[in-house]
């Protein structure tokens, strides 16, 4: 873990994609070490509430935030000229962690998307500045996001919906509230176009801490399935009509309850630390 | 596919798992598959109801069958005494195929277990008869039956209940009503406690026919998961806390649609023929 999480710093930050319904009150694990990563006492925690349409959503989570015993604000950012502001981009600037909160995933790609505010988020991570989201703010972090799409195991055509996202990984696509809402089959549905990147299926009140290197360590209630269609040997997505069962063969499939990991770069696997 | 298939052919008869909720009557292509690998018109299909509890169970598919243009009959089974009786053996040997019907599988297990009429099928089936099961049906056949468990896609600890099935194969866990009802995490549980077998996941009105070498080929509308842990390098089952999840690292998984294959010995799965 590194100690210190300027932009100034040459490591990557942290991506830390959590599954939604994330604790807060007694004892929350996952905000705390998000919290204790960022700097602890010396965090200075900037949230996204733009995903949520309620007003309170921002000042609750600073409010924790601060509570933890850190500086934390959050960024009132409701329409894309909001994205074009300096305080804005200032704010972004003097953050040590930056915090996407949940709601809708298509408010935060079509607000943020090709802002000042987008690239600035991306250009902060690759420097240092650790970036956690839930639910849709897990969503939006990878380059490849899934905006909606059918429950159930089965993958099928037109079984997933798919926009760019946030881009601070390219190597996975995250789906979340995964185990509760039944998400699997349109997770390997999104496999099945490009079996280039891994899936990673978070369960709620379950974070996916991913490390500069690429390693991902669980944390939490839950699991995170990851499904590494890496040396799938068939696919019959380009032949199969709508609403149709997708043919697939060689996915490899890990469950990962705390403690486990996976290296997302290499796709290795491990029980633990 | 074999053209003869009396109990006195040295080759086995195919173990036919069924979904549930197999289309009986606008064009039912898996009941009819089933009926023309029997014999056809020379078929005599034998119905066991027991593990339904409505009385018209055993005469409308006996009907079906008899519709098609064969000979069928079932025999009522509704308690363990019966299965000690000679016309219900006599019944058993005269049939080209076996159809065991849905319900419930635990009065499967507990009214044919260790009864003549259970060693009957196993035998018939090693000398040709082909058994097909639908939901219940097809979780009874194999050594190791899925009784009861948790819905939804993580594996937990306590998220599966095992109990001996018929016993025709001892390479496949089956499990039914598979997209429908959600339940991938129960049947990597089952597979977690011993990763010999391949567990085998059909959707409702979709069959997996096994042929005697042991080559499974999908059939109708859904499909067929099948999750094998060969490789599997960790399981944490034994030292999981009861409802925690299960940290499973190198399970294969295929997805697959009808006409895709599956080698239940050799463990190498086929996109079509």
């Known amino acids: 873990?590194?100690?210190t999480t300027t932009?100034?710093?040459?490591?990557?930050?942290?991506?830390?994609?959590?599954?939604?319904?994330?604790e807060k009150v007694n004892k929350p694990i996952i905000l705390e070490r998000f919290f204790e990563l960022s700097g602890g006492p010396k965090a200075n925690i900037l949230v996204i509430p733009t995903a949520s349409e309620l007003t309170e959503t921002g000042p609750d989570y600073a409010d924790l935030f601060e509570s933890m015993g850190c500086r934390s604000r959050y960024i009132p950012v409701d329409e894309r000229e909001d994205c074009f502001k300096d305080d804005i981009q200032s704010a972004l600037k003097e953050a040590t962690g930056i915090f996407i909160t949940g709601g809708n995933q298509l408010r935060l790609s079509t607000i943020l998307g090709g802002t000042p505010v987008a690239k600035l988020i991306r250009s902060l991570n690759a420097h240092g500045v650790h970036v956690a989201g839930t639910?849709?703010?897990?969503?939006?972090?990878?380059?490849?996001?899934?905006?909606?799409?059918?429950?159930?195991?089965?993958?099928?055509?037109?079984?997933?919906?798919?926009?760019?996202?946030?881009?601070?990984t390219n190597r996975i696509i995250i789906d979340q509230h995964f185990s509760q809402r039944d998400?699997?089959?349109?997770?390997?549905?999104?496999?099945?176009?490009?079996?280039?990147?891994?899936?990673?299926?978070?369960?709620e009140?379950?974070?996916?801490f991913i490390d500069p290197n690429g390693l991902l360590e669980v944390l939490g209630h839950g699991a995170v399935t990851v499904l590494d269609p890496g040396e799938l040997?068939?696919?019959?997505?380009?032949n199969t009509k709508p609403?149709?069962?997708?043919?697939?063969?060689?996915?490899?499939?890990?469950?990962?309850?705390?403690?486990?990991?996976y290296n997302i770069n290499t796709r290795e696997a491990y029980s633990e630390k």
């Open 135 to 168: 639910s849709a703010g897990a969503a939006i972090m990878s380059e490849h996001m899934i905006a909606g799409g059918a429950s159930g195991p089965t993958p099928r055509e037109n079984g997933v919906t798919m926009a760019p996202g946030l881009g601070l």
């Open 183 to 203: 998400r699997i089959g349109r997770l390997m549905a999104a496999l099945s176009y490009n079996p280039f990147v891994s899936g990673i299926g978070i369960d």
């Open 243 to 261: 609403e149709e069962p997708i043919t697939l063969i060689g996915m490899k499939l890990h469950v990962l309850a705390s403690g486990a990991q």
């Open 205 to 208: 009140n379950t974070a996916a």
């Open 1 to 3: 873990m590194p100690s």
């Open 233 to 238: 040997s068939h696919s019959s997505m380009a």
């Open 7 to 22: 932009q100034d710093n040459t490591e990557r930050g942290y991506v830390i994609p959590m599954g939604g319904e994330v």
